[in-house]
């Protein structure tokens, strides 16, 4: 009989860790954390406590701080580095892994300066390696904590897929297929800067009606991106669409709506990010998904809005007031 498939996790944040924790409870588990403490902390108390409290992880689940091992061990990989660290860490592990090895990317944001989505740069740095992506509505604490959930393996290779479900599902996490890469990912990627508008919404109490209205012409303007850009519109109404942007725009465990509740209260971004203490990918995202909406002729006044305020160049309260003053256009062609 063949072993089961081996998961390496590259990432020891939340994430990271909340994801090798699941597929511990099927197949042999490596993490691989930069730093040796939270390596240390997972094998020898089974918790992350930086990033995950006390939170138990599974006994089985072993963790490293050396690259090389962890490509050594691998048969599927997952990345959970955040996007702007990733091609750096990648580089890392390239030359070290089996060729047929498929990665799997866990990142939410674009590579600031190219605007690589996280399955670009794997492909860039593990040309060859068949890729896809993990997404859906996945607070990583619920997750950690065993609370039912449900996720996209998005990837063009059905069998890949197809493999590689099992490893991460459980009694309490169902994960589907899509072959929509980019759909899915861009609903990821985009609905961190709805979120940070969402928490600019609570920090500023301005209602839940405003709140309703930024979260459905969020979605609104993230499908038109995706469709100008040639992903399946219907994606954005699914898991890694519609369903991610409701639990980051209205969970308090959100880092990214966190972000805009700082911002809301007076904060710079730069003081808002180091009182999170972990990554808010929506920040860095912002100002580059202006760039892809320029470049591919879309409107996008929410994230034009939140790239504003992250970038200090509007404060959150005059954020809202411009947002009341949009001019609508017919509601169904997405304008
Ligand atoms: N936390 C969550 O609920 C979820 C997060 N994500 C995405 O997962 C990705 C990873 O984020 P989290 O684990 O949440 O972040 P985190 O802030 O909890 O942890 C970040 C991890 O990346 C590592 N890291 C940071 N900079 C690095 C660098 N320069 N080189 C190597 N490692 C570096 C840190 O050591 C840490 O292990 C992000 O793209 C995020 O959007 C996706 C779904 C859920
Ligand atoms: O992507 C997430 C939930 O699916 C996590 O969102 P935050 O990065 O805002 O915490």
Same mark, same amino acid.
């Given at each position: 009989m063949s072993r089961s498939l081996r998961v390496a996790v590259l990432g020891g944040g939340s994430w990271g860790t909340s994801v090798a924790a699941l597929a511990a409870r099927n197949t042999p588990t490596l993490i691989w954390a930069r730093d040796s403490a939270t390596a240390d902390d997972i094998n020898n108390n089974h918790r992350n406590s930086r990033y995950l409290g006390d939170t138990p992880l599974p006994d089985a689940l072993r963790a490293t701080s050396d690259v090389a091992e962890l490509a050594d061990f691998a048969d599927v990989l997952a990345v959970g580095i955040p996007s702007h660290a990733m091609r750096e860490t990648l580089g890392r592990i390239a030359d070290e892994l089996r060729p047929w090895v498929p990665a799997i990317s866990l990142a939410k944001g674009l590579e600031p300066g190219t605007r690589r989505r996280p399955t670009e740069v794997i492909a860039d740095c593990l040309p060859g390696h068949p890729v896809g992506l993990l997404a859906g509505p996945n607070i990583a604490g619920e997750i950690a904590e065993g609370k039912a959930a449900a996720a996209v393996i998005a990837t063009k290779d059905e069998r890949v897929a197809t493999a590689l479900q099992p490893l991460f599902t459980s009694k309490v996490f169902r994960v589907y297929r899509n072959d929509d890469v980019l759909g899915c990912e861009l609903g990821g990627i985009l609905k961190n800067i709805v979120a940070i508008a969402s928490g600019m919404a609570e920090g500023l109490d301005v209602g839940d009606n405003t709140r309703a209205m930024v979260l459905s012409r969020g979605l609104a303007e993230m499908t038109r991106l995706g469709e100008a850009m040639g992903a399946n519109p219907r994606s954005f109404a699914g898991l890694t669409g519609m369903g991610d942007l409701i639990a980051t725009c209205t969970s308090p465990r959100s880092r990214n709506r966190r972000l805009g509740e700082l911002l809301a209260q007076g904060k710079t971004t730069t003081e808002a990010v180091e009182a999170l203490g972990? =990554?808010?990918? *929506? +920040?860095? %995202?912002? #100002?580059? =998904? /202006? !760039? /892809? +909406?320029? !470049?591919? *002729? =879309?409107?996008? #006044?929410?994230?034009? %809005? =939140? +790239? +504003?305020?992250v970038m200090g160049q509007m404060t959150p309260a005059d954020a809202y007031r411009g947002l009341r003053q949009v001019t609508p256009g017919t509601e169904t062609d997405m304008g």
């Open positions: 972990q =990554v808010a990918e *929506g +920040a860095k %995202t912002a #100002p580059t =998904v /202006l !760039e /892809l +909406a320029t !470049e591919f *002729g =879309v409107r996008m #006044p929410i994230a034009e %809005t =939140v +790239a +504003a305020v």
